[in-house]
T-cell receptor
Framework: DADVTQTPRNRITKTGKRIMLECSQT?????MYWYRQDPGLGLRLIYY???????NKGEISDGYSVSRQAQAKFSLSLESAIPNQTALYFC?????????????FGPGTRLTVL | KQEVTQIPAALSVPEGENLVLNCSFT??????LQWFRQDPGKGLTSLLL?????REQTSGRLNASLDKSSGRSTLYIAASQPGDSATYLC?????????FGAGTRLFVKA
């Protein structure tokens, strides 16, 4: 079983719709992240959470919100989707107790906004 | 602001060739540098992580080096195989953020 799972894996929606992407992990890590990937660009950080009560904006948080429902769950919401939010979205986790602070990624959600 | 650049953007080599992928970064104040592999439509798989105090890490046919003073890392792949075809990403962590390069797309011809 995958350690970091994302649902849905693919989603097509229309402009103006509200969308929620979910991430769950069984690694017991305290830190979780949301990134988006666009063709020709590296991954860019949207939000990150160091524990359930600690949520921080990343590089490109406008138009997005997050919720850390539990240590193992971190959701990303697009309140009113727009076409330029079409991208591949990744959730990642890391363990602050581990010296290298290595990040582990989920399989990604491909989101298309028409 | 940290910037991470990977050159070349794409590379095609015959099977069996040894190759080097490059990653450069602008701010040497980093905690670690991580190399990932990404297959089409898939997530990222961690290959090697080098802490700021280390010079290199090895795993099988892969060797990654880090030179903080010059802001460079290289990923060396020995005896390349068609199964190595993928996009390779480097990521630099400093402060509370990880910055990714755009990746090098590698194609190994059989």
């Amino acid at each position: 079983d995958a350690d970091v799972t994302q649902t849905p894996r693919n989603r097509i929606t229309k402009t103006g719709k509200r969308i929620m992407l979910e991430c769950s992990q069984t690694k017991g890590h305290d830190r979780m992240y949301w990134y988006r990937q666009d063709p020709g660009l590296g991954l860019r950080l949207i939000y990150y959470s160091f524990d359930v009560k600690d949520i921080n904006k990343g590089e490109i948080s406008d138009g997005y919100s997050v919720s850390r429902q539990a240590q193992a769950k971190f959701s990303l919401s697009l309140e009113s989707a727009i076409p330029n939010q079409t991208a591949l979205y990744f959730c990642a986790t890391s363990d602050s107790r581990t010296s290298p602070n290595e990040q582990f990624f989920g399989p990604g959600t491909r989101l298309t906004v028409l | 602001k940290q910037e991470v650049t990977q050159i070349p953007a794409a590379l095609s080599v015959p099977e069996g060739e040894n190759l080097v992928l490059n990653c450069s970064f602008t701010d040497s104040a980093i905690y670690n540098l991580q190399w990932f592999r990404q297959d089409p439509g898939k997530g990222l798989t961690s290959l090697l992580l080098i802490q700021s105090s280390q010079r290199e890490q090895t795993s099988g046919r892969l060797n990654a080096s880090l030179d903080k003073s010059s802001g460079r890392s290289t990923l060396y792949i020995a005896a390349s195989q068609p199964g190595d075809s993928a996009t390779y990403l480097c990521a630099v962590t400093g402060g509370f953020k990880t910055i990714f390069g755009a990746g090098t797309r590698l194609f190994v011809k059989a």
